[in-house]
């Protein structure tokens, strides 16, 4: 497989797994969504394997300006410790911002107390911006998920919809050129808390950014190809959708 990196203002898949089994089996990788903007370096959802996936496409995260946890699912989480330790080279550098919900800090830690000294921490609220290093993110609404989860809207130019079911405000408050979302499903499952792609058609009935990226596949999806969904939907409704595979590379 051929190894990708990116340059300024480039955005980088570094896994698309999504589910517990294809996550934990490896069936897709789960190192997150990482991005450079203004020439910095941030993360959005370490998963198992983010450490390893970075380097490997020659991202450096003693090189990060900051972190971005939508929840402490493991699936996004399971190597944010990892990755802080690297982005402040063991603790000797004083390096970064991690934002993250504060049930992924306190209630029930996925990240580490110990080292917290060594990068600012910043719990995450709803409807709020942040300033990181330059780039700004903007917050939506508290999602409709199984523990705190936040998606956001990063320096005007992508959306993040992370796990959440599917409600109406979804289109209107994740408004940018480019959306991401994390659609596990590919029909609707009762009892889970999370997208399908009957979601999708809801979400550009309402609003067709210019790009709309599915991602985080469970098994079922996965079985069902979703590159072969994704161009059904972009025939039906005429926008852009694309689903995003390991080392998909998109400008911003
Ligand atoms: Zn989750």
């Given at each position: 497989m051929r190894i990708n990196t990116i340059h300024n203002n480039q955005l980088i898949f570094l896994g698309t797994a999504g589910g517990r089994f294809t996550v934990f089996n490896q069936l897709r990788k789960s190192g997150g969504i990482w991005f450079k903007l203004n020439d910095k370096l941030f993360a959005i959802?370490?998963?198992?394997?983010a450490l390893v996936e970075s380097i490997k496409h020659k991202?450096?995260?003693?090189?990060?300006s900051g972190i971005f946890l939508s929840h402490r699912h493991l699936d996004h989480s399971a190597d944010i410790n990892s990755v802080i330790e690297s982005m402040t080279e063991g603790g000797h550098k004083k390096r970064g911002v991690v934002i993250a919900p504060q049930d992924a800090t306190e209630?029930?830690?996925?990240?580490?107390?110990?080292?917290?000294?060594n990068y600012d921490l910043i719990n995450t609220k709803e409807f709020s911006s942040y300033n990181l290093d330059g780039i700004k993110i903007e917050t939506q609404c508290r999602h409709r998920h199984t523990v705190e989860t936040y998606g956001g809207i990063f320096a005007e130019k992508f959306a993040y919809i992370p796990?959440?079911?599917?409600?109406?405000e979804l289109p209107v408050l994740y408004k940018a050129d480019i959306v991401i979302a994390n659609v596990v499903f590919c029909h609707k499952k009762a009892g889970f808390k999370h997208m399908n792609s009957d979601d999708i058609y809801r979400f550009l009935d309402v609003y067709k950014p210019k790009k709309f990226i599915i991602t985080h596949f469970g098994l079922s999806f996965l079985k069902e190809k979703p590159w072969e969904i994704a161009k059904e939907i972009s025939d039906k409704t005429g926008c852009d959708v694309t689903a995003a595979y390991d080392g998909m590379v998109i400008d911003l």
């Amino acid at each position: 497989m051929r190894i990708n990196t990116i340059h300024n203002n480039q955005l980088i898949f570094l896994g698309t797994a999504g589910g517990r089994f294809t996550v934990f089996n490896q069936l897709r990788k789960s190192g997150g969504i990482w991005f450079k903007l203004n020439d910095k370096l941030f993360a959005i959802d370490p998963g198992p394997g983010a450490l390893v996936e970075s380097i490997k496409h020659k991202l450096l995260p003693n090189q990060l300006s900051g972190i971005f946890l939508s929840h402490r699912h493991l699936d996004h989480s399971a190597d944010i410790n990892s990755v802080i330790e690297s982005m402040t080279e063991g603790g000797h550098k004083k390096r970064g911002v991690v934002i993250a919900p504060q049930d992924a800090t306190e209630t029930d830690p996925v990240i580490l107390r110990y080292n917290r000294k060594n990068y600012d921490l910043i719990n995450t609220k709803e409807f709020s911006s942040y300033n990181l290093d330059g780039i700004k993110i903007e917050t939506q609404c508290r999602h409709r998920h199984t523990v705190e989860t936040y998606g956001g809207i990063f320096a005007e130019k992508f959306a993040y919809i992370p796990d959440t079911s599917y409600f109406e405000e979804l289109p209107v408050l994740y408004k940018a050129d480019i959306v991401i979302a994390n659609v596990v499903f590919c029909h609707k499952k009762a009892g889970f808390k999370h997208m399908n792609s009957d979601d999708i058609y809801r979400f550009l009935d309402v609003y067709k950014p210019k790009k709309f990226i599915i991602t985080h596949f469970g098994l079922s999806f996965l079985k069902e190809k979703p590159w072969e969904i994704a161009k059904e939907i972009s025939d039906k409704t005429g926008c852009d959708v694309t689903a995003a595979y390991d080392g998909m590379v998109i400008d911003l």
